[in-house]
């Protein structure tokens, strides 16, 4: 059996799909020194991670061993890769064992962690943002078939999951290219049995808006955490022009409102750029008004970073000491949003599931609106009734009074 040492970075479709090739190449090991092959899936979503991947390489280029680069550098840089890498890019995953000359399909392997299943359902996107790199590396959206998903739902639901993650670039994109979409994938997947809660990917706001009301209808299945990834990037409409996002902030926020319209305690996250080419005082203070207005319980702040083979790549910035004021500024409002709905939690009773192990020897539960709540007795793939202590930072922290059977 081929010993394979691996490690991924990244987005959950990225470290899932680099866990689903390993386990198709051979047995995992945990010491690059016993392995056979090193496998390292590969992220450049920023050029600070692009520059990590490449010193982690070459750190594991001093065993001497094979090594196999997966995922976005190869398919976006391979030009930084020297000859003795092989590199498999994104676009040849489902095909990769016959690069490698093994016998299985990495799409008929599963990725668990704990009692977490992620299942990557597309590959792409239907966006053409002026920034993004990872539309290079992941090209136009290419679906997975409906039945080849429900079976490595069925899959990991025989092997303990109890929290399916399904994700993609854009999942609101899912099916276009095969006749079937985002809600009608929810609905079979929340019709098997057993006890589990289904969470979904991010959604570009762009094609969310095209199929929201269905998508709010299958959302309601009590299997569905009422959780909403959709990055935003800016709340000013010149700059989402100049990005090239395809919606309006108005559009933005119809999809919020109507999410919250249905389900009131939900959890929305959403991403934001600061200091993207012609952001100005106005322009960002246009943002933090959006901010304020929507509170977004999670918020991903990212700086503006020039990625080759993009359009933005050399336009004109921002200072860096006005991005970094900026960055500052918004984090603030952010934290002091998340500490008021924390404090409204405290003292309350919740359903959860506890899917994960935390850190420091606790155990990570979610509720339904995937509130993470940390327990410190607990085990995983069960269900709890928890009492609410207090809280710190992004977390709760709670107390079993049950056992319970569901949500």
Known sequence: ???????????????????????????HVENAEKADIILIGTCVVIEHTEHRMLRRIKKLQKYGKKIVVYGCLPSARRELLKDDIIPITTWEFENAHKILGVDKSPLDEVF????????????????????????VARGRIKSRREDWI????????????????????DT????????????????????????????????????????????LEAYASSKVYKFLHLPVQSGDNEILKKMNRGYTVDDFEKIVFRFRERFPEMTLSTDIIVGFPGENDETFENTMKLMEKIKPD????????????????????????KVKEWSQKITE??????????EKMVGKEFNVVVPSHGKR????ARTINYVPVVLKKAKTGK????????????????????EKEFL
Not at 194 to 212: A, C, N, Q, S
Request: a positive charge.
């Open 383 to 402: 269900f709890y009734r928890v009492h609410i202590t207090d809280f710190s930072g992004a977390h709760l922290n709670g107390e079993i009074l049950e």
């Open 112 to 135: 668990i962690w704990d009692s977490i299943a992620t299942i990557p359902i597309a590959n792409g996107c239907l966006g053409s943002c002026t920034y993004c790199i990872t539309k």
């Open 172 to 215: 609101a994109a899912y099916g276009v290219d095969i006749e079937s979409d985002l809600p009608t994938l929810i609905k079979k997947l929340v019709s098997l049995k057993g006890r589990y809660l289904l969470r979904v990917g991010m959604m570009e706001p762009r094609e969310t808006l095209k199929i929201l009301n269905p998508l």
């Open 333 to 342: 409002l952010h934290l002091e949003n998340m500490r008021r709905r924390m």
């Open 361 to 364: 020897g606790n155990y990570l």
């Open 1 to 27: 059996m081929v010993k394979v040492y691996v490690e991924a970075y990244g987005c959950s479709q990225n470290i899932a799909e680099t866990f689903m090739l390993a386990r198709s190449i051979g047995e």
């Open 150 to 169: 429900v079976n490595m739902a069925k899959n990991v639901l025989n092997r303990g999951a109890v929290e399916i993650r399904i994700s993609a670039q």
């Open 298 to 321: 999670i918020l991903n702040i990212t700086r503006f970073s020039p990625r080759p083979k993009t359009l933005a790549y050399r336009w004109k910035r921002p200072s860096t000491n």
